[in-house]
């Protein structure tokens, strides 16, 4: 089973930056496309980014294009996210999760997921 370790959360006011890194165990990380997840209280799981497995192609949701951006480094079995201009409404434990398809938004569609790494940002 893959195991995905998520580190680099903490508190941060409004307009800093993170960067969110996600170390995977196993050979195989090359082989999955890697995704970030994040979920505030009383709301549902949504979709952050994804980057397919050989780096070539990424999504973001629209409430964080242009400030966020994923990266991976298959030789060091992680994968990134920085995160820059941070809102309030950023704040949220962030998942790292592993699929073998496509980039997607749908958390289902991920079969690994990490324990999470809690992210607020003050406003």
């Known amino acids: 089973q893959v195991q995905l370790v998520e580190s680099g959360g903490g508190l941060v006011q409004a307009g800093g930056s993170l960067r969110l890194s996600c170390a995977a165990s196993g050979r195989t990380f090359s082989s999955y496309t890697m995704g970030w997840f994040r979920q505030a209280p009383g709301k549902e799981r949504e979709f952050v980014a994804a980057?397919?497995?050989?780096?070539?192609?990424?999504l973001y949701a629209d409430s964080v294009k242009g400030r966020f951006s994923i990266s991976r480094d298959n030789a060091k079995n992680t994968v990134y996210l920085q995160m820059n201009s941070l809102k309030a409404e950023d704040t949220a434990v962030y998942y790292c999760?592993?699929?073998?398809?496509?980039?997607?938004?749908?958390?289902?569609?991920?079969?690994?997921w990490g324990q999470g790494t809690q992210v607020t940002v003050s406003s």
């Open positions: 980057v397919s497995a050989r780096g070539g192609s990424t």
């Open positions: 999760a592993a699929g073998s398809q496509l980039v997607s938004y749908t958390p289902s569609r991920y079969d690994y």
